[in-house]
Nanobody, 125 residues
Framework: QLQLVESGGGLVQPGGSLRLSCAAS????????IGWFRQAPGKEREGVGC????????TYTDAMKGRFTISRDKAKDTVYLEMHSLKPEDTAVYSC??????????????????WGQGTQVTVSA
């Protein structure tokens, strides 16, 4: 069973940058789409973006385009979420999840089979 572990969260000042990692184990994530989601306090979880480890293409939620970038390191079986120009409203628990490759680059939570535990990102002065 695929296991995902996020890391890299923490406290960052507004305008700063952060890179989150999502490391896969218990199998290869090659045949999966890896999605990033976030949940702010008191709000529903929302999709950030995803990458197909099979095809290599990325998709982002419109609100995340421009400041967030998803990439992968196939050798390390790790997907990254780079965040720039962070704002207080980006404060949330960020989680990665895996969906079978045939699902395509969708950010529908019910398509994702495996989830990491999440990592807290706090943007504050």
């Amino acid at each position: 069973q695929l296991q995902l572990v996020e890391s890299g969260g923490g406290l960052v000042q507004p305008g700063g940058s952060l890179r989150l990692s999502c490391a896969a184990s218990g199998g290869t994530s090659t045949y999966y789409v890896i999605g990033w989601f976030r949940q702010a306090p008191g709000k529903e979880r929302e999709g950030v973006g995803c990458i197909s480890n099979y095809f290599g293409n990325t998709t982002y939620t419109d609100a995340m385009k421009g400041r967030f970038t998803i990439s992968r390191d196939k050798a390390k079986d790790t997907v990254y979420l780079e965040m720039h120009s962070l704002k207080p409203e980006d404060t949330a628990v960020y989680s990665c999840a895996a969906a079978p490759w045939w699902v395509g680059n969708k950010l529908e939570e019910n398509e994702y089979l495996y989830w990491g535990q999440g990592t807290q990102v706090t943007v504050s002065a």
